[in-house]
């Protein structure tokens, strides 16, 4: 494999909130190779949204990054400085959101949203700056973008407005496009309109997409690579095609058999007992699913491990792989 | 612009609440004015009736109602018993002093409490967060009269360097030309800069005054809606898109804070209105609020219903603009 | 076949809201126009469609909540839509049909104990019998739901999601209804929870012959649960018939693009049925053309100017379009 | 069994109250205020009434803490004796409106329809009035008594309680819980009352904090004006007015202590306020 666009190396990052300090992500590493789609998938509370925030560098104030490395074509994107920071984020590297109509500004036209990002980024005229606006909505397949221009937010769908957000986080044609859950809350026709979008203009650029969702089916069908989370720990990656066919770390194999799609009949869907170990906990085991596990051996709690490489490109957190 | 001709239309049913209002207040006055002017004892009974008939009193109360309506169209708001002028004519050369009082207590407010709220927000915990808060706390807690009682012995007695606070005008100095009726601009109408300043320090302590009370609820409310813009997920893909500093604060952050800071305008005014009888009081400010203080001691209600009308009108006023301004700000307010 | 336990026969519920201009016609949204649904005792009804299709309109009516603007709902062959709303929630039916609702955390009053969030509807729907009636009533339906009993001094707030979501059929389970009317029971759980979700909602049906109606946005979800469904677009039933038909073939154009536009686990080869455009407004729609133009990739000029009947198709299940079969 | 719940709400008290001294401060000085309405007759060194003129306009000294004033009166006493009658007030008032304001909001706010248009237009015309000149003109027109400064304050208050719990209301009447007791045999007045009104007592609670250190300002405002409280009655809002007089000749403190008194007073108001806004509603921080 080439050197990746983006590495995320042992992130660690801890909350403070008023009832204590949340271990939110220990120890995140993945690769994001040029051009590649990945998912990175995980239920509520995983860290996968945090892990997103903390590349883009718009986590909020409560957020303590401990320690880690995010390396953007070489480079660490957390030791920038702020002004490099912001040139980076939109240009380089941006991200959509879950929440498409909040997530634009209320009172402000959407071709005027699109233009800010493009002047900020590209020293150009007003009227080139518009005229690029205007090719931005195009290339998102919005009909009539001339007219849509002028358009708010509360005026358009959700559909119509995730496709703003795309074209805004396109705008200034980045080589990384973070997805977070872009189309929970759509409707499922809407998704796929809106993800094989994601997709066509990801392969036209060679654009890489981290694609973040708790839809494992989703990501099944759109993402080359898989990244799975719990509890913020990175539990596996692996190919798509292996993660589905062969999970080696106990939650992914229990996860996807709690998928309805992957089933036939109602009895052969299986729960995952337990829940999500209380993240403020001092005394975390250092595998995060073991309370949960039915192959916990003794030595699941004897101190930290890495994560190990079980197949090409296949990686597990797990001292009792599948 | 229908819409707004709509807004102004759906005002009219308030406005005529009002009407009914103030008229039903100062009827139930327990003084029968009547007979409060017929105190004097060298008048018969026969003269006490005269009297009510004259002033109306002796008709029923749905009577008397369209008599003050149609009275009222015709601009009539009645005589006040006590100067004998007309209610109107009081009115009118009064309203430009209390006017000039509360428009620049305001502006002074604004001026203030935008700047301090914003900043606040943008470092909350941080030392100028608490001087806002304190600021705030303490400008709601501060009764309007003791606050200019304190200036004025502060200021005046100890200090000396405020004017002796009786009224609008220097009494050695003359009024300049009336054109608006409000000195300072009046005065720079004319160019006459002795009179300006004259007039301008006399208005210092009362606004202060007024100003810092109307100073809390919108440093409070820029701060809270500041926060909750910075917060919110527009401003986070705003951040995400690398957008500078300066337009995430001002043409995403602050633009969306405006709308319930304006909303928040209006009410101050509102409250500042209602102050402005106490800050007046004190300062011996000739405006209509001592002007309506006058009449509720002498049972003088025509005058008191004058003021309140002019006070609910203004206040509609107020309250009108700011929807008219809240829609060129929001796109959404128009639909 | 057994007669129905529910029956409604051209439902139709429109909401008035109010004229554009001052003086103009009053605008009604037809959230539901004209539906007719059978449930049959112990029989599991899924009904699918996207936001804003009238499913948790129609749920709502068949509930009892909302009075149908037309249209009739018998309840055992007897009618229940002669009565208000606030007569029927007098009457003894109304622990017959008990509903269970999306989102589990604002579906439970904050101020309840989850014993008292189960206890309400026992209290005025069944209030003979003392407190340790009342008491053994409510740990039955809590072990009913694999709630442990510990969690009955708890307060919503103190649960996770899926504690919430088995107080919530806990509290519709504990007057022992005929017909529990699910509306997105699952949709705001994590897959590996709602998993045990749908299981449990399985074994109440068999185990007690309760008979459910479950509406949904996820057709995956539905196939599993469901022997019957019921597809909706804007206000209309646009296709009906056994689950495993409907999932296998679907004959409507719209379930078509439902059903290629969910994503799957196992890439089958199929052909996607994109849907591009808006749907037309359920604001004063027309009666002569078909709700789905401007949507549909099979639209000829006939489609906008006649309106297709539900029609029965060879194969016993129901479609309204005219290309359906 | 509510003993988990109890110890949730104990933590934010503690987490409210132990991690900001200010509150803590705003607590105990209410309590002391409190304090000194309950006793404050029993408390004070000097009959508040009493007047001597060989005594008049002395400034503090360890005889006369806060001074005299032009009847000789001891303005520590006067001051101290007043509390009771200005938290009345403010206390009557506040109790009045929140209490018919929120059950007259929550019923129009659940039910709608006709009544629920003519008490919002009422309001309406309420709130176009400057509330404290709505004050004066009632107090003017109901007749020169404490009482009336009570309805008064109440009056003026109303609006803001009807359309707080009517909002509160229409927000939360379409909520599955509302439509769960609906399923479960609930009829409306068992919703509004066992479902709706416990569930918006928070912000009201809220709101009525808020407004007593407000109520407590309108009050003493009237006063001041001459309307309401009469004299010799010891009262914080005349004695300022009183003593305002004596301000440009120097005797600053016949108004500064009862004008003090009232500050702090308010002030008070306003923290606890802000304090139980925290303890009860996290979210509504400002």
């Excluded at chain 1, 990501?219 to 719990?230: K, L, N």
């Excluded at chain 2, 030392?127 to 808060?133: F, G, Q």
């Excluded at chain 2, 009308?309 to 929807?323: Q, R």
């Excluded at chain 4, 520590?76 to 909001?105: E, H, K, M, N, Y």
């Amino acid at each position: 494999m080439t050197a990746p666009l983006l590495s995320v190396q042992n992130l660690t990052v801890d909350f403070t909130t008023r009832s204590g300090m949340v271990h939110v992500l220990e120890d995140v590493s993945f690769d994001i190779g040029a051009g590649e789609i990945i998912g990175i998938i995980g239920e509520s509370g995983s860290g996968k949204s945090v892990t997103a925030y903390t590349v883009m560098g718009i986590l909020d104030h409560a957020a303590r990054i401990r320690s880690g490395r995010i390396a953007f074509e070489g480079t660490d994107v957390l030791q920038m400085d702020r002004r490099s920071r912001d040139n980076w984020r939109g240009k380089e590297a941006s991200i959509i959101f879950q929440n498409p109509r909040t997530a634009l500004n209320p009172i402000r036209a959407v071709g005027d949203q699109i233009a800010d990002v493009i002047a900020r980024h590209t020293p150009a005229r007003a009227s080139e700056v518009r005229g690029r606006a205007v090719a931005a909505l195009k290339q998102v397949r919005i009909p009539d973008p001339e007219r849509r221009m002028a358009a708010f937010p509360f005026e358009l769908s959700g559909g119509l407005c995730q496709r703003i957000g795309i074209a805004i986080a396109l705008a200034c044609a980045p080589k990384l496009l973070i997805a977070d859950e872009p189309t929970t809350g759509l409707d499922v026709t809407t998704q796929a309109v809106i993800m094989d979008l994601i997709r066509a203009l990801a392969s036209e650029r060679g654009m890489s997409v981290a694609l973040i969702t708790h839809d494992l089916a989703l990501a099944a069908e759109y993402c080359d690579r898989i990244v799975i989370m719990h509890a913020g720990h990175v539990v596996e990656t692996a190919k798509t095609e292996d993660i589905i066919a062969r999970p080696r770390h106990p939650y992914t194999a229990r996860l996807l058999r709690s998928v309805p799609s992957l089933v036939d009949r109602i009895d052969e869907l299986q729960a995952i007992e337990g829940s999500l170990p209380d993240l403020r906990r001092e005394d975390l085991p250092p595998c995060r699913f073991a309370e949960r596990c039915d192959r916990r051996l003794p030595t699941c709690d004897a101190g930290k491990f890495e994560a190990a490489l079980v197949g090409p490109g296949h990686t597990v957190a797990c001292r009792n792989p599948l | 612009m229908t819409r707004i001709a709509l807004r102004l239309l759906s005002a009219i049913p308030t406005l005529f609440g009002v009407v009914i209002v103030t008229f039903l207040l100062t009827r139930v006055l327990p003084g029968d004015p009547a007979v409060f002017f017929a105190s004097n004892p060298s008048m018969s009974t026969d003269d006490i009736a005269a009297l009510r008939e004259q002033l109306g009193l002796d008709k029923s109360l749905i009577e008397q109602f369209w008599i003050y309506l149609v009275a009222l169209f015709q601009g009539d708001l009645g005589n006040s018993l006590t100067t004998g002028q007309t209610v109107m004519t009081e009115i009118i050369n009064r309203l430009p002093a209390s006017a000039e009082l509360t428009v620049f207590a305001f502006l002074l407010a604004i001026g203030v409490s935008l700047p301090l709220g914003l900043a606040a927000a943008l470092r909350p915990g941080s030392l100028i967060d608490h001087l806002s808060r304190l600021i705030s706390t303490l400008g709601v807690s501060m009764p309007t009269f003791v606050t200019g009682l304190l200036l004025i012995y502060v200021f005046y007695f100890l200090l000396g360097v405020a004017p002796e606070p009786i009224g609008r005008m220097d009494p050695f100095l003359f009024d300049p030309p009336k054109v608006t009726g409000m000195l300072t601009v009046d005065a720079l109408i004319a160019g006459d800069m002795e009179v300006f300043r004259a007039a301008f320090t006399q208005m210092i302590l009362p606004a202060v005054t007024m100003a810092l009370f109307a100073l809390a609820p919108l440093t409070r409310m820029t701060r809270a809606a500041m926060l909750g813009t910075l917060g919110s997920e527009f401003v986070r893909t705003a951040r995400a898109s690398g957008l500078s500093r300066r337009k995430i604060i001002f043409t995403y952050a602050f633009r969306n804070a405006l709308l319930p800071v304006v909303t928040t305008m209006g009410m101050t005014f509102s409250y500042m209105l209602g102050a402005n009888v106490l800050v007046e009081r004190v300062f011996s400010w000739p405006g209509i609020g001592a002007f309506a203080m006058d009449s509720i001691i002498n049972l003088d209600y025509a005058p008191l219903q004058g003021f309140m009308l002019v006070m609910a009108a203004i206040f509609i006023l107020v309250n009108l603009t700011t929807d008219i301004v809240v829609t060129i700000i929001d796109p959404r307010a128009s639909k | 076949m057994t007669p129905p336990l529910l029956q409604a026969i051209g439902l139709q519920k429109h909401f008035a809201l109010g004229p554009k201009r001052p003086f103009g016609k009053p605008l009604k949204l037809h959230a539901v126009d004209g539906v007719d649904l059978t449930i049959a005792p112990g029989e599991a009804v899924g009904l699918v469609g996207e936001s804003g299709c009238g499913k948790s309109t129609l749920a709502r009516l068949v509930s009892r909540l909302l009075d149908p603007t037309s249209g009739e709902l018998l309840l055992e062959g007897r009618e229940i839509s002669n009565q208000t709303t606030a007569e029927f929630a007098r009457s003894d039916r109304r622990r017959m049909i008990q509903m269970v609702f999306q989102d589990p955390t604002e579906s439970l009053n904050p101020r309840f104990s989850v014993f008292d969030l189960i206890a309400d509807p026992v209290r005025t729907l069944m209030p003979r019998g003392g407190s340790a009636a009342l008491r053994a009533r409510v740990e039955a339906a809590a072990e009913a739901v694999n709630l442990p009993l510990a969690l009955l001094d708890r307060f919503p707030h103190q649960l996770s999601g899926g504690q919430k979501a088995r107080v919530g059929i806990a509290r519709a389970l504990v007057v022992e209804p005929r017909l529990l009317v699910l509306d997105e029971p699952t949709s705001a759980l994590d897959v590996s929870v709602q998993a045990t979700v749908l299981q449990l909602l399985d074994r109440l049906r068999r185990e007690r012959g309760i008979a459910l109606l479950f509406v949904s946005h996820d057709l995956n979800v539905v196939r599993l649960l469901c022997s019957r469904i019921i597809v909706m677009y804007l206000g209309q039933v646009v296709e009906s018939g056994p689950s495993d038909q409907i999932y296998s073939a679907p004959s409507h154009p719209y379930t078509k693009a439902l059903l290629s536009a969910i994503p799957s686990l196992r890439p089958q080869l199929r052909e996607r049925v994109k849907l591009e455009g808006d749907p037309q407004s359920p604001i004063s729609p027309s009666t002569t053309r078909c709700r789905f133009c401007g949507r549909c990739p099979v639209e000829v000029a006939e489609c906008s100017q006649h309106m297709p009947e539900l029609r029965t198709l060879p194969d016993g299940r129901q479609a309204r379009c005219h290309f359906a079969g | 069994m509510k003993s988990r719940a109890m110890q949730d709400r104990w933590d934010v008290i503690r987490h409210v109250v132990g991690g900001n001294p200010v509150n803590l401060i705003a607590f105990v000085l209410f309590a002391l205020i409190c304090l000194a309405a309950l006793l404050g007759p029993v408390l004070a060194p000097q009959d508040p009434l009493a007047t001597n003129a060989a005594f008049a306009l002395q400034p503090p000294s360890t005889q006369f803490w806060f001074g005299t004033d032009q009847l000789g009166r001891d303005i520590f006493s006067r001051v101290l004796v007043a509390t009771r009658l200005d938290l009345l007030i403010a206390f009557g008032a506040v109790g009045l409106s929140c209490l018919l304001g929120s059950l007259i909001g929550a019923m129009i706010g659940y039910w709608g329809g006709f009544w629920d248009g003519a008490t919002s237009r009422v309001v309406d015309v309420l709130m176009a009035f400057p509330l404290f000149v709505l004050a004066m003109a009632t107090v003017a027109a109901l007749g020169n008594t404490v009482a009336n400064v009570i309805y008064a304050t109440a009056v003026i208050n109303l609006p803001f309680y009807i359309r707080l719990a009517r909002a509160e209301v229409r927000v939360r009447r379409g909520l599955g819980y509302v439509e769960a007791a609906r399923v479960g045999g609930s009829g409306d007045w068992r919703i509004l009352i066992r479902f709706l009104l416990p569930n918006i007592a928070s912000p009201l609670v809220i709101q009525a904090s808020v407004n007593l250190g407000w109520a407590v300002l309108n009050a003493a405002g009237l006063s001041f004006l001459g309307l309401g409280v009469r004299p010799p009655t010891p009262e914080w809002g005349i004695m300022v007015a009183e003593g305002a007089r004596f301000i440009a000749s120097g005797e600053w403190w016949v108004a500064a202590f009862p004008g003090f008194a009232l500050m702090v007073t308010v002030f008070t108001f306003n923290l606890t306020g802000d304090a139980l806004r925290d303890i009860l509603d996290p979210r509504m921080r400002t």
